[in-house]
Nanobody
Framework: QVQLVESGGGLVQAGGSLRLSCAAS??????MGWFRQAPGKEREFVTA????????YYADSAKGRFTISRDNAKNTVYLQMNSLKPEDTAVYYC?????????????????WGQGTQVTVSS
């Protein structure tokens, strides 16, 4: 059974930092990443990492502030978020796919975590 289990969300003031974790079990994946969904908005791509090469992809909103990384031994991906802004407030979802072709389109990803709330106060 495939599971993606997120942790690390919470409440932080603007300018602060949070680190999210996503532990995968049940199989390995070619690519893992993070999406987020704010109230009333569509789910949007944040960042992804190719498991074998470590190549990373970032949405413009995440560049320079967020960093994705992986721990192969733990089958875990991390999202370090710095300089957080109120507009980063959302439920953050870990996602995974067996595809070798990167896509930022959420419906093309195969597996999803339950989501973790990130709230940034002004």
């Amino acid at each position: 059974q495939v599971q993606l289990v997120e942790s690390g969300g919470g409440l932080v003031q603007a300018g602060g930092s949070l680190r999210l974790s996503c532990a995968a079990s049940g199989r390995t994946f070619n690519t893992m990443g993070w999406f987020r969904q704010a109230p009333g908005k569509e789910r949007e791509f944040v960042t992804a990492i190719r498991w074998s090469t470590g190549r990373t992809y970032y949405a413009d909103s995440a560049k320079g502030r967020f960093t994705i990384s992986r721990d192969n031994a733990k089958n875990t991906v991390y999202l370090q978020m710095n300089s957080l802004k109120p507009e980063d407030t959302a439920v953050y979802y870990c996602a995974a796919t067996g595809s070798v072709a990167f896509t930022s389109i959420s419906r093309r990803w195969d597996y999803w975590g339950q989501g973790t709330q990130v709230t940034v106060s002004s």
